[in-house]
């Protein structure tokens, strides 16, 4: 038992070590992405789904005017019939897929806003907690857990050294 703690024991050493570090370092990286989400990622999102939802109304709104006036001017007969159909038909198909976007927009926007962003805001805050937990358990075991082997080797080469002198005892006894 002496000698596979004595062998053991640098190898933990290292390791709880290490285990201090990395958990130091998901401890700073939860806390770091998640002041960043707070100072600009929340606010950017919510920008974005703004922007995105008035770019398909704007986009929308463009598209069903240029076909309105399209319209006006194929009814003064100043194309053939045949252009108009085409054009007509091209417009007509971009103002279906202008709504539809803006459609789409909508669903997204509300999906972002009420969803995704207080989503990612709580799993960044609670990654952070864990994280925080996980580090102190490791500086706990980096400091007392260390301590505790440490004392464990000791007792175990006290024990085998007093093994060793009452065999010497018991040796001389004989």
Known sequence: ALMAAEEDFPR???SIAL??????????????EYERFQKTMREMSEK?????????????????????????????????????EIVLRRQKFQVEAAKFFVDYSK????YTMNISIPRREEMLKTAVEIAKIEFERAKMAKSLGMNQKRYELQALRETR????DNHAKLEQDR
């Open 107 to 110: 669903i997204n926007h509300d």
């Open 48 to 84: 974005l789904a703004e922007y995105y939802l008035k770019s398909a109304e704007q986009d929308f709104d463009s598209a069903k005017e240029e076909l309105d006036q399209l319209v006006k001017m194929y009814e003064a007969d100043e194309l053939t019939e045949e252009t108009e």
């Open 12 to 14: 933990l050493e290292k």
């Open 161 to 164: 050294a007093r093994s060793v």
């Open 19 to 32: 285990n201090y570090d990395q958990t130091k370092r998901e401890y700073d990286q939860a806390k770091d």
